[in-house]
């Protein structure tokens, strides 16, 4: 059984730069993708981005020139990276596995990361 | 912007057959890209529900289905029950954005 934990500074002030790093348990990388997800309070889910074994990533266009995703395939860890946060980046941000036909099957317990000043 | 659009709400009581739409365009649901569902309970994670438009992952009872015509698709539950009470949100995939979006979301309330 797939396990993700997720852990992340979760109190930042504007400008600042977020930082979230997502753990694989019971598997592996393989082929699939590994994406984030948010949910700014109160409304829906947003993708992100995705990250593959081998590094390739994919962004949301609204979020590309921001955002940066690692990946250790070491220590089965996957990293987010979101710079010069704002009060509208406010949300609890979701790390989870792509896996056929795009289906998000296993996530993250989730992290609150809350920008204000 | 790229969206899949929902009913905001859904209700109904107990046993009764509820359906939630998810509207999309020719990029994502009407190209053909897979539709998958998501429930989630305040304060937890989505939990899938269906993916590929009709399949259950084990452990989901069968009365959630989905289908798909067109540019749309549609979440059933069937003999709804209190439990059932939370968010269900659709997803697929957009060709114009290059990733994954997500429906609006949708309450279920039991009355």
């Known amino acids: 059984q797939v396990q993700l934990h997720q852990w992340g500074e979760g109190l930042l002030r504007p400008s600042e730069t977020l930082s979230l790093t997502c753990a694989v348990y019971?598997?592996?990388?393989?082929?699939?993708?590994w994406t984030w997800i948010r949910q700014a309070p109160g409304k829906g889910l947003e993708w992100i981005g995705e990250i593959n074994h081998i590094g390739g990533t994919n962004f949301n266009p609204s979020l590309k020139s921001r955002a940066t995703i690692s990946i250790d395939t070491a220590k089965l860890q996957f990293s987010l990276i979101l710079r010069s946060v704002s009060a509208a980046d406010t949300a609890v941000y979701y790390c989870?596995?792509?896996?056929?036909?795009?289906?998000?099957?296993?996530w993250g317990q989730g992290a609150l990361v809350t920008v204000a000043s | 912007q790229s969206v899949l659009t929902q009913p905001p709400s859904v209700s109904g009581v107990p046993g009764q057959r509820v359906t939630i739409s998810c509207t999309g365009s020719?990029?994502?649901?009407?190209?053909?890209?897979?539709v998958h569902w998501y429930q989630q309970f305040p304060g937890t994670a989505p939990k899938l529900l269906i993916y590929g438009t009709n399949s259950r992952p084990s452990g989901v009872p069968d009365r959630f289905s989905g289908s798909k015509s067109g540019t749309s698709a549609t979440l059933a539950i069937t003999g709804l029950q209190a439990e059932d009470e939370a968010d269900y949100y659709c997803q697929s995939y957009d060709s114009r954005l290059g990733g994954y979006i997500f429906g609006t979301g949708t309450q279920v309330t039991v009355l």
């Open positions: 019971g598997g592996s990388f393989g082929e699939d993708y």
């Open positions: 020719n990029s994502n649901i009407g190209a053909a890209y897979d």
């Open positions: 989870a596995r792509v896996s056929w036909l795009g289906k998000l099957d296993y």
